[in-house]
């Protein structure tokens, strides 16, 4: 049996042959139209429809789906907007709560040794880790997240302080261009790292589970440690094929998987959809938000504290 190892030196060896993701935006496109929904408040000024499609971005597409479709694994993590609003005062600066960049490492015994609770961002090159971070961040003024212009730049991992509470890790990218790092830096780190809460792992909402992408959701699953599928942005594709795309992936998760979370999250870094969502649970998963029951629709049900 091949290990993972090998697996993605293989897979890298074919992808550098093929580079598909060279398309580039401009990062500073992705955020300059779309600042004032990175609050909350901003989005409770919407119409009722806009705030749900921002903050809930599946209500949009359950429409689309036919009566006999089960549509709470989509819905576990449901929050009420108390929670997101608690949420988002922990991803907002204050003297006393500092948040920022704080180091980053190419080996994990370079990585910084903290106690505090850590959340990391997995995913191929290009597949939107940094910006995603810099939209969840994008209440803290002067943070700087690098987004690199370039498939495959992030060689490094980069460590983010949220005060006392939590840390973030942008992790750097497999397939395209940079699999020995790949193997060499974030394999250790997720078997090795004992305050790691959730990893997030990437994928391109237009695209879906790719090859690399099915060896990283093997190596959670052999590591055992409780992951989650993002599917980034959203904005691109139409509402069917992303439908299409979601439900692929949600089978995936309930066929292939056991160590994560039966919701796959959805996301714009462009528009925000989806990002006070993560907050909130990124605010919970790392032990700093306890989620008001009795007013969510979510974790009601035992079948999703297990997971969560
Ligand atoms: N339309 C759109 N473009 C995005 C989004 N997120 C990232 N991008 C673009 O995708 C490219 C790669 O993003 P980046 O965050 O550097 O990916 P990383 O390599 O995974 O860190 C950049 O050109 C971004 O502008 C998104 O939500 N919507
Ligand atoms: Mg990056």
């Not at 988002?88 to 980053?104: A, G, M, N, R, V």
């Not at 090859?211 to 990283?216: G, Q, W």
């Not at 904005?235 to 692929?248: A, E, H, T, Y």
């Amino acid at each position: 049996m091949l290990t993972i190892r090998t697996c993605f030196l293989q897979l890298s060896h074919t992808l550098k042959a093929k580079p598909e993701c060279k398309r580039v935006t401009s990062v500073c496109m992705v955020h300059r139209h779309s600042h004032k929904l990175a609050s909350i408040h901003n989005v409770f000024k919407l119409s009722e429809k806009k705030q749900n499609s921002i903050i809930f971005p599946f209500k949009d597409l359950e429409w689309y789906l036919v009566k006999n479709v089960n549509k709470t694994k989509f819905q576990m993590f449901a929050p009420s907007f108390e929670d997101i609003g608690n949420a988002e005062q922990l991803f907002t600066p204050s003297h006393k709560h500092c948040i920022d960049y704080f180091t980053s490492a190419v080996r994990i015994d370079h990585a910084p040794t903290t106690a505090q609770p850590e959340v990391c961002f997995i995913g191929r090159s290009n597949v939107g880790k940094s910006s995603l971070i810099k939209a969840l961040f994008s209440l803290v003024p002067g943070i700087e997240v690098r987004v690199s212009k370039n498939p495959g730049h992030t060689k490094k991992m980069n460590f983010f302080k949220v005060g006392k509470a939590f840390t973030v890790v942008d992790m750097p990218g497999y397939g395209y261009r940079a699999p020995s790092d790949f193997v060499e830096m974030v394999e250790r780190y997720l078997e090795a790292r004992q305050n790691l809460k959730r990893t997030f792992l990437l994928l391109d909402a237009s695209i879906g589970i790719q090859e690399a992408d099915h060896i990283a959701i093997e190596m959670c699953e052999e590591f055992g440690i409780p992951f989650v599928l993002v599917l980034t942005k959203i904005d691109r594709p139409q509402q069917g094929n992303l439908l299409k795309i979601i439900l692929g992936v949600q089978e995936a998760i309930e066929k292939q998987t056991s160590g994560c979370f039966p919701q796959p999250f959805l996301v714009s870094s462009l528009n925000y959809s989806g990002i006070h969502l993560l907050r909130c649970f990124i605010a919970h998963v790392t032990g700093n938000l306890q989620i008001n029951e009795h007013n969510s629709t979510s974790l009601r049900s035992g079948v999703n504290s297990a997971k969560l």
